[in-house]
């Protein structure tokens, strides 16, 4: 499986990004895919997952409300659509995949795209 992720940039506080993770290779029925973040400094931390059917989300407490992971299956790709952004929430943005149900635990993620940056001025 790879997985490219696009997207990112820079944009000011209580705006908007949209980023993409591409899956492709191997295809597997159960599958979830997450996002997760790195901040300068910090551990990586989840953000958001979903099942690949589209019907399960689950999301970072810090981001409910303002984050919405989707799923086009016929694109094979995954969004985030991050809206009233705040300068905390600059990082490195990764996208996952693992097969089977959501884990909010980047351990439990096999395949990892190469991240994008969103930085978010005040």
């Known amino acids: 499986v790879q997985l490219q992720a696009s997207g990112g940039g820079l944009v000011q506080a209580g705006g908007s990004l949209r980023l993409s993770c591409a899956k492709s290779?191997?295809?597997?029925?159960?599958?979830?895919m997450g996002w997760f973040r790195q901040a300068l400094r910090k551990e990586r931390e989840f953000v958001a997952a979903i099942m690949w059917s589209g019907r399960n989300t689950y999301y970072e407490d810090s981001v409910k409300g303002r984050f919405t992971i989707s799923v086009d299956n016929a694109k094979n790709t995954v969004y985030l659509q991050m809206n009233s952004l705040k300068p905390e929430d600059t990082a490195v943005y990764y996208c996952a995949a693992r097969s089977g149900s959501i884990y909010r635990t980047s351990e439990w993620y096999v395949y990892w795209g190469q991240g994008t940056l969103v930085t978010v001025s005040s």
């Open positions: 290779g191997r295809t597997f029925s159960s599958a979830t």
